[in-house]
């Protein structure tokens, strides 16, 4: 059973350590940042596609342990799906942290059950829902346009943002991981 | 030897039987998932104890109806007892007259009264309004709003590392053009005591005395406030932080003062009488009393003051200021734990960090031990800009926290540690 006492167990500790695809994409197509003004937290996600699927993502902010680690395990999550596929993930995840799915029918939620129990804490579901929500967001920032024409324009949902030094192609290192430096996704 | 002597707590240097206390507020009988409950969120609202449920229960069970209306038996009997809430309001703060305690449903609609009924006719483009970094949103916004509708200007008090108010920069801000000054008496975010009494009596000491507005919503229920003393214009402060209800709060204003202000909320009760052609408003108090008041909480707030007042302020400010050095000392010694807010002088609020932890998740583990402290940024945002932190963990005393419950906080703070390690 999902229970709040659980949250802070060893993986979602781990993600918050030393969280995945953490730091800035030198190429990205789409991206978008989210604020908690509860909190004042934010975070930015960024993110390019191969064809169909999500090739590159990162993510970068200041935020709790249930925030940073949703990010990071979102991210991995959905790197590879398509739009599509990672859309009902966003929906899943939602309903989940929500409480209203059933996490004994067939679902897409894997190891990020492990976020089960924030529904019962409703003052940190924003905390686990704001990573899901800038993806969703930064896929529908650039819903019409093509990565050619999004290059030439401003991003939507982005902070005015330059590119931030050492922000590196996705081909190469993929990604800058530097958990010093808050500065938003920049994209060339 | 019949003393009982607690190992390893200072000495008690004063009377006070917490445990007689605690016997009066049956919320602190609460257990949290199994561990008792550690309440130590009082800056944002604290409980209430037994005669003041009593008190709100007789007064629905026999005593209710509308005030200054009717000449029934009820109606007679609720206003006699909303009245001598008022008069002990008065008392409470020591206020020379029963008319300059005017009944708001808070410190924020106090501070908004005093912004449309003063701010509103007497400050006009290009004037400006002293405020301090320490002031909760509720003490900014009104005032912004003011600026924004008139043209006036905001100037800000800076303050020190310790989060003190820099008093030289305070007195350099006033000028000419200074018509309001606006200042908390304790910082809801820091604890830091502000000395009112000497900024009032520099405000006052221009060719023309500037007015000051102090919030007292965190130093009513922990220090013996004393308008006349402080000579302060405008005092203002809420029931549910005194151990009364929520939606009761007060406006004290000097009686010149109110009377040259023009009313905030039109309605009944307001007015002595009233034509299509023309209004004339009552009297202070009632001009800003519009409406049928919250009867109710305020005869509460009534019977909360008289319960404080019976332990008496001193010796509540007393045991809050051992459980502070207590806390305050045992969380210096902490590595990785910063506390913010450092100033000399501090009331009962206990703002920190703790190194590599959001206080978000500091918040939530201590939940998970039954303490309930306040995380975020307290409504104090430009507080928070000045430490350079997004957020803090506060732990807020009242009068009827323990030692241990401190020794409980210190470890909760040291279990989170060992999560986070």
Known sequence: MANYKSLYQEVILDHNKKPRNYGTLAHASHHAVGHNPLCGDHISVALSFDRECIDCIAFQGESCAICKASASMMTSAVKGKTRADAEILVQEFLAMATGKLNLDSPNQIGRLAVFAGVCDLPTRVKCAILPWHTLHAAFNSVASASTEEFLGSEPKFAEPTARPEGAVRCTAAKLVSDPNNSAPIGNA | ?421
Request: hydrophobic share 45%; charged share 20%.
């Open chain 2, 1 to 421: 030897m019949n003393a009982v002597q607690t190992v390893g707590y200072p000495p008690s240097a004063y009377a006070f039987d917490v445990e007689r206390i605690r016997a009066d507020f049956p919320i602190l009988k609460l257990q949290i998932d199994g561990k008792p409950l550690v309440y130590l969120d009082n800056a944002a609202s604290s409980q209430m104890p037994q005669p003041v449920i009593a008190r709100l229960v007789r007064y629905q069970t026999s005593e209710h109806a509308n005030i200054h209306r009717a000449v029934h038996y009820l109606s007679e009997t609720a206003t006699a007892e909303y009245d001598a809430a008022r008069r002990k309001l008065q008392r409470f703060i020591n206020a020379p007259e029963e008319r300059e305690v005017i009944f708001t449903s808070g410190t924020t609609d106090a501070i908004n009264l005093v912004m449309h009924g003063y701010g509103r006719k007497f400050i006009k483009t290009g004037d400006e309004i002293i405020l301090t970094t320490l002031e909760h949103h509720s003490n900014i916004v009104p005032w912004q709003m003011l600026a924004e509708e008139t043209g006036a200007k905001i100037r800000v008090v800076p303050i020190n590392d310790a989060g003190e108010v820099l008093i030289d920069e305070y007195e350099h801000l006033f000028n000419e053009r200074t018509k309001l000054v606006g200042v908390t008496h304790v910082s809801n975010a820091l604890g830091s005591i502000n000395p009112v009494k000497q900024m009032i009596a520099f405000a006052h000491a221009r060719g023309v005395p500037v007015p000051v507005l102090v919030d007292g919503a965190q130093a009513a229920p922990h220090l013996q406030v004393d308008v006349q003393d402080l000579d302060c214009d405008f005092y203002v402060f809420s029931g549910h932080k005194l151990c009364g209800p929520t939606g009761i709060g007060v406006l004290y204003g000097k009686a010149a003062l109110l009377e040259k202000m023009q009313p905030f909320k039109g309605g009944g009760d307001m007015i002595l009488s009233v034509s299509f052609e023309k209004t004339t408003y009552n009297t202070i108090p009632y001009k800003f009393e519009a409406g049928t008041p919250p009867i109710a909480a305020a005869i509460g707030l009534g019977a909360a003051v008289d319960y404080l007042s019976a332990i008496g302020m001193e010796v509540i400010a007393t045991h809050e200021h051992a459980l502070l050095s207590y806390a305050t000392a045992q969380m210096m010694e902490m590595p990785g734990v910063r506390i913010i807010g450092t100033a000399k002088n501090k009331a009962s609020v206990l703002s920190f960090t703790v190194d590599g932890v959001h206080p978000h998740d500091i918040g939530t583990l201590l939940n998970q031990e039954g303490i309930a402290v306040r995380t975020g940024h307290h409504c104090a945002q430009p507080v928070m800009q000045r430490f350079k932190v997004p957020a803090t963990s506060r732990a807020s005393f009242a009068f009827y926290n323990t030692l241990a419950e401190v020794d409980a906080l210190i470890a909760g703070i040291r279990s989170v540690q060992k999560v986070f390690a």
